[in-house]
C-alpha cells in the first residue's frame, strides 16, 4: 500500500521547485491533494478516473454560477477551489502508480482547457445578474459578459498559440513552460494569476465581500496583459 511519503517522493525535484513557487499551491492545494491521493489510491482509484472528476467538478462549479443564489454561488466557487486539487491528484496517482501515459496527460490537458475556457464567463454571467452597472440611468451590467468572454479568451489563447507554434516548429522551445527559468515578474503573475494561485481563493474572499464585480475587472486586466506578454514570448521563440 502506498504511502504519503511515496506519494510526496514520486514528484521530480523540479516539479517541487515549481510547487515551492506558487504560495497557494505549496502550502494549501499540494497538501490537501497528496492527502486525497493517499485516501483514492485505498480504494483503487485510477489517474484518468480523478481526471474525470475533476473535469465535472469544475464544470459543475462554473454552471453553478449560473445564479442570482448567494448560497448556489458559494457552492459554485467552492467546487472550482476544489478542481484544482482533483487537477493535482491525478498526477500524483500516475505517478505514485508508475502508470503515467501520454492518454492520462491528453486528458489532464482536455480538464485544464475545458476549465480555463469557462472560468471567467461563468463569473461574468453571475456577476452581470448580481450586480449592477449603471450609467447615465441605463443598465449595462450585460458588459460583465462581455469582460468575462474576453478574459477566458485571454487565458486559453496563449495556450493555443504556443502549441501551434510547438506544432510548426521543431526547434520551437517554450520560455513559458520553462518555470525553473521564470523572473520574479513572473512568479508574481504565477502566484496572482495562474489557475492554480490564488485566484482561487480570492474568488470566495471577493464574494464573501461582495466585491466579485471588482476581482473580475481586476483578472480581466490581470490576464490581458499575462497573455500579451506570454504571446509576445512566443513569437520571439519562433524567430
Not at 21 to 50: E, G, S
Not at 99 to 118: C, Q
Not at 125 to 132: A, G, M, P, Q
Not at 216 to 233: K, T
Amino acid at each position: 500500500m502506498y504511502s504519503l511519503k511515496d506519494i510526496q517522493n514520486s514528484r521530480s525535484v523540479e516539479k517541487r521547485y515549481i510547487d515551492r513557487i506558487d504560495v497557494w499551491v505549496f502550502y494549501v492545494v499540494r497538501p490537501l491533494a497528496n492527502l486525497l491521493t493517499w485516501i483514492l489510491l485505498k480504494i483503487k482509484c485510477t489517474a484518468n478516473f480523478a481526471t474525470f472528476i475533476s473535469t465535472i467538478l469544475g464544470f459543475l462549479g462554473e454552471l453553478l454560477l449560473v445564479t442570482t443564489s448567494g448560497v448556489q454561488t458559494v457552492i459554485g466557487l467552492i467546487l472550482i477551489n476544489l478542481w484544482i486539487v482533483f487537477d493535482c491528484v491525478d498526477g500524483n496517482i500516475a505517478r505514485t502508480t508508475k502508470k503515467v501515459s501520454k492518454l492520462g496527460e491528453y486528458f489532464d490537458g482536455l480538464s485544464g482547457y475545458t476549465f480555463v475556457a469557462f472560468l471567467y464567463l461563468a463569473i461574468g454571467i453571475n456577476v452581470s445578474l448580481n450586480y449592477s452597472l449603471v450609467i447615465g440611468g441605463y443598465d449595462y451590467s450585460w458588459i460583465y459578459i462581455v469582460i468575462g468572454s474576453i478574459t477566458s479568451m485571454a487565458c486559453i489563447f496563449p495556450r493555443l498559440a504556443e502549441h501551434k507554434a510547438g506544432t510548426l516548429f521543431k526547434e520551437y522551445k517554450s520560455d513559458i513552460r520553462n518555470k525553473t527559468g521564470y523572473s520574479p515578474f513572473y512568479i508574481i503573475g504565477l502566484n496572482i494569476a495562474g489557475m492554480a494561485g490564488l485566484s482561487n481563493p480570492l474568488m470566495l474572499v471577493a464574494n464573501q465581500f461582495k466585491v466579485l464585480n471588482f476581482y473580475l475587472i481586476v483578472y480581466f486586466v490581470f490576464q490581458l496583459g499575462i497573455a500579451a506578454i506570454s504571446i509576445n514570448g512566443t513569437i520571439k521563440s519562433i524567430r
